[in-house]
């Protein structure tokens, strides 16, 4: 079971290394998160884009362009068509957002014919240490931060789904879900506690498998056993949670960006739902948690 963001590091380094597409990589913090992660033996890149630019680029940020695969198609759309096409012929493992608009990236990833759709509601997921925490010991995982503005019922269902299965490739074998509201209780005014405890059900009846769903809980009693006991809350989620399902992206993503600008936690990202990785890294994003982004990706590949 990975624990930690070191063990992920290392495990990601006895592996043989995956190969990870990037779409447009013309930029300075691109190609120096390529430098890094070669330097560290993280993964290996085919460079989709305009070779004349990414060899100049390469050459500045001391990355010898024989040491990586770079095939020109200057034409952004077409660069992220070609890398989709790589991944689906096995040459790559993983594909990577550049420099260039998230919709023409993700255009090509979703489109049903020739691209990674795989039918399936495509979310992110978050994961920090919970080493500051008293419990310690192992990720906590926050979905969905970044992709799905207001989820349905059946949407928040699937999105469940992708980071059991994330916690599963982690070796997690049962994690703890808890399904988030501002209340521990059912209220029928806040339409969040009744689809927290809809999905709670779900799980007891084999709608949901791979782990243990509860619902609704308020941040504290689902991260706090302290709390969960004070507000007596019970259950073998409440205090615990390996997985906080988020009722919305205006709550997810702020959550997100406080464990960085406040706690200064180090944290990495996952695209789950497609069929095959997917890194979209935002441009705020510090080099170390692109860097544990692509380790991800290239450990669960």
């Known amino acids: 079971m990975i624990n930690s963001f070191q063990q992920l590091i290392e495990a990601v380094q006895e592996k043989p290394k995956k190969k990870v597409a990037i779409v447009s990589p013309e930029g300075k913090t691109v190609i ?13 890149f085919i460079l989709v884009g305009d070779e004349e630019t990414v060899k100049g680029m390469c050459a500045e940020a001391g990355v010898y362009s024989g040491s990586v695969e770079i095939i ?12 989709v096409r790589l991944v689906v012929a096995g040459r790559a493992s993983a594909i990577m957002k550049g420099n260039l608009p998230t919709a023409t990236f993700m255009r090509a990833i979703l489109d049903k014919q020739k691209g990674l759709n795989d039918n399936k509601v495509m979310s992110e997921i978050t994961l920090y240490e919970k080493s500051i925490e ?7 995982f926050i979905t969905d931060c970044a992709i799905n503005v207001q989820p349905t019922l059946d949407e928040k269902r699937q999105i469940i789904e992708n980071a059991v299965s994330l916690a599963h490739k982690l070796g997690n074998q049962m994690p703890k879900v808890a399904v988030i509201s501002a ?4 209220n029928p005014a806040m339409p969040d506690t009744v689809e927290a405890a809809a999905l709670s059900k779900m799980a007891d009846r084999g709608q949901i498998t791979g782990c243990l769903v509860d619902g609704p809980f308020a941040f504290d009693n689902a991260v706090s056993a302290e709390a969960a006991e004070y507000k007596k809350v019970g259950g073998g989620v409440a205090g615990h949670a390996d997985i906080l399902m988020m009722p919305n992206l205006l709550t997810a993503n702020p959550v997100r960006k406080c464990l960085v600008y406040y706690s200064r936690q180090r944290i990495a990202t996952a695209l789950m739902g497609a069929k095959a990785p997917v890194i979209i890294t935002s441009r705020t994003d510090s080099a170390d948690t692109m860097l544990l982004t692509i380790a991800l990706a290239a450990y669960i590949s």
């Open 32 to 44: 120096n998160l390529v430098k890094l992660a070669m330097d560290q033996n993280i993964a290996e």
């Open 72 to 83: 020109h198609i200057p034409d952004q759309r077409d660069a992220a068509e070609e890398a």
């Open 134 to 140: 008293p419990a310690g010991g192992g990720f906590r």
């Open 183 to 186: 209340v521990e209780v059912v």
